[in-house]
């Protein structure tokens, strides 16, 4: 059985009842901060799904060392080192490079998360200190989107795993 079934599922688990908290948040006109908490959760569980789902792909496929894919392109590296071609992999690369598909969508929300902010440290003080905005991501995350996200990925999923049992 491929180990990395349990924490692909796992992650989606955990995306479902953060959104579900999420959705309720929203309509309650909970705390701003909260929804925000929340908002980067459902993302960080989506993309640890993900990334999890790249080494499940790898090892379905039998690569050599499947928790050394960090990224799609190590998955379409190996597999190729393999003579292998999958689809699955190629239609992964095609919508991390495709602007608006959801998948790079996520993704680049999950890396504007861990950008650092655009403003200078102080360079007055030792300690640098950086101006925290209190407005909305960029990529204004809300459980709208990130419910159209985890459907993509359930969908995708779902076909994907469908097709690997065949193979």
């Known amino acids: 059985m491929n180990p990395y079934l349990s924490p692909v599922n796992q992650r989606r688990a955990y995306a479902g009842l953060l959104l579900e908290e999420l959705v309720r948040a929203e309509q309650g006109g909970q705390n701003r901060l909260l929804t925000q908490a929340l908002c980067q959760s459902v993302l960080f569980q989506l993309q640890a799904a993900y990334h999890f789902y ?5 090892a379905t496929y039998k690569c050599r060392d499947p928790e050394h894919i960090e990224d799609v392109e190590a998955l379409v590296e190996a597999l190729q080192g393999m003579g292998k071609h999958p689809a699955e992999a190629h239609e992964l690369a095609n919508l991390e490079q495709q602007s608006g598909s959801w998948l790079h969508d996520m993704l680049s929300a999950y890396h504007s998360l861990s950008a650092a902010p655009g403003e200078q440290p102080s360079q007055q003080s030792p ?13 204004d995350l809300d459980g709208e989107t990130l419910s159209a996200w985890r459907e993509g990925f359930e969908e995708l999923l779902e076909r994907h795993r469908q097709h690997m049992l065949e193979c």
Do not use: T
Request: hydrophobic share 40%.
């Open 54 to 58: 790249l080494r499940e792909v790898g």
């Open 127 to 139: 300690i640098a200190v950086v101006q925290v905005s209190s407005e909305r991501d960029p990529r």
